[in-house]
């Protein structure tokens, strides 16, 4: 569409800056029609999208509480102390991780990590404080999903969302379609050196692995562990927001407006105490009105590792797909091409 002309014209000034393999995808919905689709190699291979898997997950919980199956204010069941299912979801039980860390193999499934912390005593008094529960916010739902309907995290979103509207968005990618993947490449600039006592130490399992280690393994994107683990490609990532909040193939939206508003209002507020953001988090997704400028108040959506993003705002009818297989660009560079595909979509179709 003519509109988004400029777009491309950024892309191209984005990746002229970025090493050799980034491999940088941009796919952009808007009223659930594709109107950007960019990359510097094939679009449609497919890698780790790290933390932007969450918000797969959060969807399927958005989905969900609004069918009634799940409620934010009843207590969580598949935890051993006080806690309501809005509060797990705003990243306030504390269990950020284990004493010791999690392995490769451990990390990459969901029931293995809940069955550990189950006995783990929570970093912080459960409730009173949010802080980024970034291996483990996932397999901590899905032991509640499971509790609550039997089915897991992965299922549902499979059933309910991938499959109805063909996502190249995997959380579990099959064996068959590993020939489209791409392998994950670390950052040319050194790791951060992070104390192994402090919570974001804890939270990111760095005294066990990297995480472009767990992106590559085989056994990761196998099972797409609900919080880090799962594999796509921008238009999958794209596609699936633009589904979230617009008719998209025939199908109606899967978030009715009152759903979206819940789920995007402002809720643990106040800084986190693994990342230091203030007013980080919405239910489950990244409070993205309090932290990205060109997000509306009932946008949705999750970052992740590499740079990879996703979102949807229901206000400007944009939805925003960003992979990457490469680490190293700062958030401004990522946060002014996201702010140059909203400036080309006002004041919006007349």
């Known amino acids: ?72 204010d009843a207590p969580v069941r598949s935890l051993p102390f006080p806690l309501s299912v809005r509060e797990l979801l705003g990243h306030r039980s504390g269990l950020i991780g284990v004493d010791g860390g999690f392995g490769i193999e451990e990390a990459a499934d969901d029931r293995v990590i809940a069955a550990r912390l189950a006995g783990q005593k929570p970093f912080w008094e459960p409730g009173t404080a949010c802080g980024y529960h970034a291996l483990t916010i996932g397999a901590l739902l899905d032991a509640e999903v499971r509790a609550v309907t039997g089915r897991s995290v992965q299922e549902w979103y499979a059933t309910r969302i991938r499959e109805p509207y063909a996502l190249d968005l995997w959380l579990g990618l ?69 589904a979230a909040i617009s008719a998209v193939g025939g199908r109606r939206p899967l978030l009715r407006p009152e759903t979206i508003t819940e789920f995007a209002r402002s809720y643990s507020l106040g800084a986190d105490l693994v990342t230091w953001q203030a007013d980080h988090f919405a239910l489950g997704f990244e409070d993205l009105s309090a932290t990205r400028s060109y997000c509306g108040p009932r946008a949705i959506g999750h970052g992740g590792a590499a740079g990879a993003a996703g979102w949807a705002d229901p206000d400007t009818g944009l939805a925003y797909g960003y992979v990457r297989r490469r680490f190293g660009r700062p958030d401004a560079d990522l946060d002014r091409l996201a702010a140059a595909v909203v400036a080309a979509a006002r004041p919006g179709p007349g």
Not at 32 to 60: E, H, I, N
Not at 201 to 214: E, G, P, Q, S
Not at 220 to 242: D, E, F, I, P, T
């Open 174 to 242: 099959p064996e068959e379609l590993e020939p489209r993947f791409r392998p994950l490449l670390p950052s040319a600039e050194p790791a951060p050196d992070f104390d192994p006592a402090s919570l974001v130490a804890v939270a990111l399992n760095t005294a066990r692995f990297d995480l472009v280690a767990f992106g590559n393994t085989r056994r990761a994107r196998a099972l797409g562990q609900s919080s880090v683990g799962g594999v796509g490609n921008a238009r999958g990532v794209a596609r699936m927001y633009s």
């Open 1 to 72: 569409m003519p509109e988004f002309a400029a777009v491309r014209d950024e892309f191209a000034a984005f990746v002229a800056g970025e090493p050799a393999g980034a491999g940088s995808q941009l796919a952009v919905y808007w009223h659930g029609v594709p109107v950007v689709d960019l990359s510097t190699g094939d679009p449609g291979a497919l890698t780790g999208v790290f933390s932007v898997t969450k918000g797969a997950a959060f969807l399927v919980a958005a989905i969900l509480v609004q069918e009634g199956r799940l409620d934010l």
